[in-house]
Structure formats: C-alpha cells, structure tokens
C-alpha cells in the first residue's frame, strides 16, 4: 500500500504564495505503478475539483482556473510531489489533496488527508 501525507497548507492574504508538498511513503512496489500524481480540491459546499496533475514523464495539466499561477513538480528520487501556489486567491480556499494513480487504472487509487489552505484578508 501507499500512504500520501500533505503538507504545506495554511492562512495566507489574496496575492499571496504558498507550496504545498506531498510526500509518498508505503511499498516501493505499489509506488513504482504510480504513472500520475495529482492535486485535487474542495471547498466548502462544492464538489471536489481536479486541479492539476503531472505524469511520470513530467507531463501537466491543469483545471483553468489555475493556469499560470499554479506549478505542479515532482521529486522522483524524493518520492514527493509539489503545487506551487501563487497569486492566491479567495476562490482558491480549499481542503487540497494528493493523489496518486496507477496505470491504466481509471480512477485514482491513493489519497492523502488533506491540507488546508485559507486565502483571506
């Protein structure tokens, strides 16, 4: 199995930066057949959002709202993927999770706890 902790969430104003980080930790097996790593989020009475993801080849994507402001990275030797977050907005407040995907599995296999990111004035 595959464990992912967040880290890296908190208060910040509008404009702001934060990274959040998340590191993988388990059976190195089961961490080899993850393909793709992602970040999604939450808001409070919103549907969980795919926000961005980034592949095994270091391939990207992202939900519109985030594009140029957020960089999704990774750290294979690590074990750790990141979400760069600047020019925050109040919008982007969200309980943010890591996933982790094998391949050819159609939906995500490995979530992380959750961390908590706050944009306010």
């Known amino acids: 199995q595959v464990q992912l902790v967040e880290s890296g969430g908190g208060l910040v104003q509008p404009g702001e930066s934060l990274r959040l980080s998340c590191v993988a930790s388990g059976s190195m097996l089961s961490i080899l057949t993850i393909s793709t790593m992602g970040w999604y989020r939450q808001a409070p009475g919103k549907q969980r959002e795919l926000v961005a993801t980034?592949?095994?080849?270091?391939?990207?994507t992202y939900v519109d709202s985030v594009k140029g402001r957020f960089t999704i990275s990774r750290d294979g030797a690590k074990k750790t993927v990141y979400l760069q977050m600047n020019s925050l907005k109040p919008e982007d407040t969200a309980v943010y999770y890591c996933?982790?995907?094998?391949?050819?599995?159609?939906?995500?296999?490995?979530w992380g706890q959750g961390t908590q990111v706050t944009v306010s004035s």
């Open positions: 996933t982790g995907q094998k391949s050819r599995s159609l939906s995500v296999n490995y």
């Open positions: 980034i592949t095994r080849d270091g391939n990207t």
